[in-house]
Structures are given as structure tokens and as C-alpha cells.
């Protein structure tokens, strides 16, 4: 999907008609001295075809199969990727009530055990499940049989119906639901995309997402799939309102106490040890933590005692969810209807970034309508920091990374002649090479590894501003965006980025850029002078400010970009500076006038003296500057003394 971020500048004019250009990479076969060949992808930005695509009207208060019949099928066809475009159309559902056999693989546990609630003679497949477990259920006399697993746990289903002489890929359809989380997880959870290759020998099979990605994989060309794109004819767009702060904590404690009066809150954040700042600083009791099992202990551990693993009714009033549940998963309103808060933290980690175009939709689509209203929620709030300073790789860059590690890989692969504890070691480095990352479990190149790094990209060259993400929620075509930026001269997450620096250029970097905006805006009126001085008195508190506001001061910021942050550089154009002013304000009309008026004509003083008083006038003028015996020459004509008991000068006459 290298097209995908082809100029970054453009990124949030990508528009959802280009999301199905399928590319094809071309696959060059590297000879191993092992027995395992290695299929490297050449990420070429030329090569690319175009899916089919047919468009399928919805009506509102629809569901997905209406739309379907309207281009002639009953139930989801073959060989398609099917984007929903709304979420909750009943995809899944559909699945799970058509007259065939079954195998759904869904993102997460908690959507199989939300469905499984609700089904009868639905067969849940993740962790826990037995092998036992999926033989009884595959012996049932029943009409259709319904499976639905985990990407990690459908090996378990193969390997159940290979004893039972059972041909899955015949007489079962596979839909993968929620497909855009193969390319977004896979960098994290490798076992994301086990299932694909089993997946395009299915002879029915199908992708669904309301939000699917591009996909490079190379089956979707040869096997001639199409693209469904539900298209609805009515106004579905969501309110949104995107904050984006320099100051989190602040800005999340007021968005909060906005919402003091909601009975039910639902806070979606990525991150558990942010999760358990924000209860612990707001003083939050009445919450809920959804997350991961392995998340659920270590919360536990921390104090936090409401955390669970799958969706617990009835919601508190603060929920906190964090990625496992920003898809698929169907969450009953109660009594009331929530307010939701996505939250995006940089000064945490990277992975709070939200993606516009996939995960915000998925995290509003969450919650279930009841009856008619298809509002679910009563707002929807964005809350963000920005940097800057985010390096995003172009597709040149990526596509030369990923020949590196190839190559990287390929050296080591090819020593030959060593010893025993030689080859170790060199497994031992293989193991911990990037390349690792981009293979399968076959050995092969992954595409959707590929298409990771690509996306990756994407997302994070939105929060490299403040109008790019505003841009890129726009063009998803699915928010109406209130945009708020609240920025502040020096934020908070300004502050605490500055105390938490360590390495000391740094330090300067972001002073000098803190001083430099102070600066900019006192100059626009955008704040006092009075607030001007408390910003610079609270940077003060940092060891390095009084050293760069004085270089500042004088030599400017390019002075200062220039010598690369460096002191010891930026002590040498001090050094120069100070030589120029000394010598400009030696000679300047005041300092003249007065060391006129403080030496007296035709009497000899002595040197030392002339010394000191010339030194005085210098302080008292500002004047950084090595007073010698010999500098009154500088101002007057005299006549020395050299008398072995006191050297004397007698003035002459002023020379100015």
C-alpha cells in the first residue's frame, strides 16, 4: 500500500474511493543455505491494479443485506471485500442467521463472547477452547454450523477437521470480520494474520469491515476479488469535536467536569498506566477498565480493582477501554446514553494516536441503537496533543528499509566456514534483525507486515499538526467536526516535557523554541508582558534557560540553531558578540563623555589607578571588556613614567 502516503503533505485528501487499489509487489526468491526459501517484496510504487468495484445503496433504517439484494445477492457473496461503510449494519449477524455453514474469525474475544450470548448453536474458539470442544461441536446434527475464533485459534478448527476427514475450505463460508486489524496489529500481535493462508483456500470467503484498509496481498488479484462499497443515500454523519492541547491533563479535567452531570462516560485510551493516572488525579470511584487479561492483573496489582476482561454490565460512570475494544464489539446502552472521550497523549506513547479514517469510526459505532434512533451517544470528544517534531518516513524510505534489513539478513544468512559457537551467534542476531518482523510463520514475507509499515506512516503524519488531523477527520467524509485548539503559549505537557529531557542540547532545543514562542506572541498581543515575565520565570526553574535566554538575547536564534545547540560553540559566537559590542560601546558618545570627565589633563597618575577607574566605568556601562595599563592609550595621547616606584601616566590630550 505504499500509494497510501505517497505525499504526505496530501495525506488527509485521501478520499475513500482510492482505498481499494490492491498493489502488487513483485516477489523476488532468495536461495537459502537453509531449507526455507524467503519471498522478499519489492514495494514498487508502480505496480498496482484495480479491484471491481460495485456500489450497493442503503436506505435508511436498512440493514446491510437490503442493500445487498439490490445488486443480487442474498447473502454476503465470494471473493469480496465488502466495506460496510456504517457500522452495526448486521454483517456479522447476517453471517451468523445464513442458511450455510460458518466460520467467522472476529478481532478479540470479548466480540466472539458478546455474540455467543446472544446465539444459540454459535461455537466460540479462542484460548481456552478445547480440541475436545470444536470435535463435539463439528459431530452436531444441526443445520448450519456457526464457528467463530480468534485469528490465533483457527488453527484449532484445521487441525479438528483434518480428524474428522471434514473439508472446510468446501462446505464452509469464511468472512473475516473487522480485516483492517490484520495490517493495523500485526506489528504487535504476529499471530494477527496465522489464518490467511487457509483463508484464500476457502472457495467462499469473504473480508468485512465498515473501515477496511488497502491490502497488498497478492490472492486478492489473483482470485479476482471484487469490492462491495455500501453506499448510504441519506446523511449519516456524526458530530465530532477535536481538541488539541498543550495542556492534557488540564484540558481532560475540564472536558470532564463539562460533563460532571453524565451518568454514564466511556473514555477510550490505549494506554493502562494513563488510565490509572486519570483515576488516581481525578479522584475518580464509580469506573470500570476494560482491557486486556494480562492488563486486568497488572491493574489489580496497582490498586485498581474494577478491571475486567470482557464488557461487565452495568457500565459506571467512567469507563475506560482500551484497543481490544475499539472495534467490533457491541456494547448495550442502558438507561442512559454515553458521552464518549477518545484520548491521544503523545508524551505517553505513540500508540494513543487515533486513526481518523478507521478507529474513530469504529470506536462510535460501538454502541447500539435502540429501537429507531440512530443517535447512540450524546457527544463525541477528540482530545489530542500534537508534535511537531514526528519524523514520518516517505514510501522511498520504507521501501529502502526494507531492502536493508533484507540485506542485513542475507550477510548474516551467508557466512560460511565457522564454528560451532560462531553459527550460534549469528542465530542468535538473525533472530533479533528487523527482517524477522516482515516474515511469517511459513518463512515468507508478509504482506500485511508491509502494509503495517505503510500505514503506520499514515497515522502519524496526522498529528505532525493540528490542521492535518483536522483535515484528515474531514476528509474521512464521515465527522462533523467542531474544531477546537486550545494551545497555550507554554502548555503543562510543554513543561513537563522540558523537566523530563535529560541530554542537554535537547533541553536547549526546546527552551530556545519555548523562549522564541513566548516571544512571537508577546510581539501579537496574544499575551501581556506581566504573563510574558511568569513564563520566562517558569522557565527559569530549568538549569540551562539563564544560559540560553542570555544567548538569546544577543545572538539570536539562528545563532544559536546554527552552532547546533552545542555550548561550545555557542560560547565562541558569545565571545565574538561580546568583542563587537565591547569594542561599539568603548567608543560609544556616553562612555566618552565619561572617562573625559574622570581623568584629569597634564598630571601624572599612576598606571594602576588609571587601570581601575577606567575598569569601574566599563561595569557601570555594561562593557565586557579586559582593562590592561596600556588601554587609557586608547583615549589619550600620554606620556609614561617609569618610575621604578610608582609608573605613571600623565594625559596629555583626548583623542576623541
Given at each position: 500500500m505504499g500509494a497510501y502516503v505517497r505525499d504526505r503533505l496530501l495525506l488527509h485528501q485521501i478520499q475513500w474511493r482510492y482505498f481499494f487499489q490492491v498493489r502488487t509487489y513483485k516477489v523476488k526468491i532468495f536461495r537459502k543455505t537453509t531449507a526455507m526459501n524467503k519471498s522478499v517484496i519489492d514495494c514498487n510504487p508502480k505496480n498496482k491494479s484495480v479491484m471491481e468495484k460495485i456500489r450497493a445503496i442503503l436506505h435508511k433504517g436498512e440493514w446491510l443485506l437490503d442493500a445487498l439484494k439490490r445488486v443480487g445477492y442474498n447473502m454476503i457473496p465470494t471473493n469480496t471485500i465488502l466495506n460496510k461503510t456504517l457500522t452495526g449494519l448486521g454483517a456479522t449477524h447476517s453471517e451468523i442467521h445464513s442458511k450455510r455453514n460458518s466460520i467467522i474469525i472476529e478481532p478479540n474475544v470479548p466480540v466472539i463472547l458478546g455474540k455467543l450470548n446472544d446465539n444459540e448453536n454459535l461455537e466460540a474458539v479462542y484460548e481456552k477452547c478445547t480440541p475436545h470442544n470444536i470435535n463435539k461441536y463439528l459431530k452436531m446434527d444441526i443445520p448450519y454450523k456457526k464457528i467463530m475464533t480468534t485469528p490465533e485459534s483457527f488453527h484449532k478448527i484445521r487441525e479438528a477437521a483434518q480428524k474428522l476427514n471434514i473439508n472446510i475450505y468446501k462446505e464452509y463460508f469464511c468472512l473475516f470480520d473487522?480485516?483492517?486489524?490484520?495490517?493495523?496489529?500485526?506489528?504487535?500481535?504476529?499471530?494477527?494474520?496465522?489464518?490467511?493462508?487457509?483463508?484464500?483456500?476457502?472457495?467462499?470467503?469473504?473480508?468485512?469491515?465498515?473501515?477496511?484498509?488497502?491490502?497488498?496481498?497478492?490472492?486478492?488479484?489473483?482470485?479476482?476479488?471484487?469490492?462491495?462499497?455500501?453506499v448510504p443515500n441519506y446523511d449519516y454523519k456524526k458530530n465530532l469535536e477535536l481538541v488539541v492541547t498543550n495542556s492534557y491533563y488540564k484540558r481532560v479535567r475540564i472536558v470532564l467536569d463539562n460533563l460532571k452531570d453524565s451518568k454514564n462516560i466511556c473514555i477510550f485510551f490505549n494506554v493502562t498506566e494513563g488510565i490509572v493516572d486519570l483515576i488516581d488525579n481525578?479522584?475518580?470511584?464509580?469506573?470500570?477498565?476494560?482491557?486486556?487479561?494480562?492488563?486486568?492483573?497488572?491493574?489489580?496489582?496497582?490498586?485498581?480493582?474494577?478491571?475486567?476482561?470482557q464488557i461487565n454490565y452495568p457500565l459506571a460512570k467512567y469507563n475506560f477501554f482500551t484497543c481490544r475494544f475499539y472495534s467490533a464489539l457491541d456494547i448495550r446502552i442502558g438507561k442512559y446514553k454515553p458521552d464518549i472521550l477518545v484520548l491521544t497523549d503523545l508524551r505517553t506513547a505513540q500508540w494513543t494516536m487515533i486513526d481518523p479514517y478507521t478507529e474513530a469510526i469504529q470506536i462510535q459505532g460501538r454502541f447500539r441503537k435502540k429501537g429507531n434512533d440512530d443517535v447512540t451517544y450524546n457527544s463525541f470528544t477528540h482530545i489530542t496533543t500534537i508534535d511537531a517534531n514526528i519524523h514520518v518516513r516517505s514510501d522511498e524510505e520504507i521501501k529502502n528499509r526494507i531492502e536493508q534489513f533484507i540485506t542485513n539478513y542475507n550477510l548474516l544468512n551467508g557466512q560460511k566456514g565457522?564454528?560451532?559457537?560462531?553459527?550460534?551467534?549469528?542465530?542468535?542476531?538473525?533472530?533479533?534483525?528487523?527482517?524477522?518482523?516482515?516474515?511469517?510463520?511459513?518463512?515468507?514475507?508478509?504482506?500485511?507486515?508491509?502494509?503495517n509499515l505503510y500505514n503506520e506512516e499514515r497515522v502519524r503524519a496526522y498529528y505532525q499538526s493540528a490542521d492535518k488531523l483536522y483535515q484528515a477527520y474531514l476528509s474521512t467524509s464521515f465527522f462533523n467536526v467542531t474544531y477546537n485548539e486550545v494551545i497555550e503559549c507554554v502548555?503543562?505537557?510543554?513543561?513537563?516535557?522540558l523537566k523530563n529531557t535529560r541530554i542537554a542540547i535537547e533541553q536547549r532545543k526546546q527552551l530556545l523554541n519555548l523562549i522564541v514562542r513566548s516571544e512571537e506572541w508577546f510581539k501579537n498581543g496574544k499575551i501581556t508582558f506581566e504573563e510574558r515575565e511568569l513564563i520566562l520565570n517558569q522557565l527559569r526553574k530549568q538549569p540551562e534557560c539563564d544560559y540560553i535566554l542570555t544567548a538569546y538575547n544577543k545572538i539570536g536564534k539562528d545563532a544559536i540553531v546554527s552552532a547546533e545547540y552545542k555550548k561550545s560553540l555557542i560560547d565562541k559566537k558569545l565571545n565574538e558578540y561580546d568583542k563587537v559590542q565591547a569594542?561599539?560601546?568603548?567608543?560609544?558618545?556616553?562612555?566618552?563623555?565619561?572617562?573625559?570627565?574622570?581623568?584629569?589633563?597634564?598630571?601624572?597618575?599612576?598606571?594602576?589607578?588609571?587601570?581601575?577607574?577606567?575598569?569601574?566605568?566599563?561595569?557601570?556601562?555594561?562593557?565586557?571588556?579586559?582593562?590592561?595599563?596600556?588601554?587609557?592609550?586608547?583615549?589619550?595621547?600620554?606620556?609614561?613614567?617609569?618610575?621604578?616606584?610608582?609608573?605613571?601616566?600623565?594625559?596629555?590630550?583626548?583623542?576623541?
Open positions: 473487522e480485516c483492517e486489524k490484520l495490517t493495523q496489529d500485526v506489528d504487535y500481535r504476529r499471530k494477527i494474520s496465522q489464518p490467511i493462508y487457509d483463508f484464500f483456500q476457502f472457495e467462499q470467503k469473504a473480508f468485512v469491515s465498515a473501515t477496511p484498509l488497502k491490502m497488498s496481498h497478492s490472492e486478492f488479484e489473483r482470485q479476482n476479488f471484487q469490492l462491495i462499497q455500501i481525578l479522584g475518580i470511584n464509580d469506573y470500570k477498565v476494560f482491557c486486556s487479561q494480562q492488563s486486568v492483573n497488572k491493574l489489580k496489582k496497582r490498586g485498581i480493582i474494577n478491571a475486567y476482561s565457522m564454528n560451532e559457537f560462531k553459527k550460534k551467534a549469528i542465530l542468535e542476531d538473525m533472530k533479533n534483525l528487523k527482517y524477522q518482523d516482515l516474515i511469517d510463520e511459513r518463512g515468507n514475507i508478509n504482506p500485511f507486515s508491509i502494509d502548555g503543562e505537557d510543554d513543561i513537563e516535557k569594542k561599539q560601546l568603548r567608543f560609544s558618545f556616553e562612555v566618552l563623555e565619561a572617562i573625559k570627565a574622570e581623568f584629569p589633563l597634564g598630571i601624572y597618575l599612576s598606571k594602576e589607578e588609571i587601570k581601575q577607574r577606567l575598569q569601574l566605568i566599563f561595569q557601570e556601562n555594561g562593557i565586557i571588556f579586559k582593562v590592561t595599563q596600556e588601554t587609557i592609550k586608547d583615549y589619550y595621547d600620554c606620556t609614561v613614567s617609569n618610575s621604578m616606584e610608582k609608573p605613571s601616566f600623565k594625559l596629555n590630550f583626548f583623542k576623541y
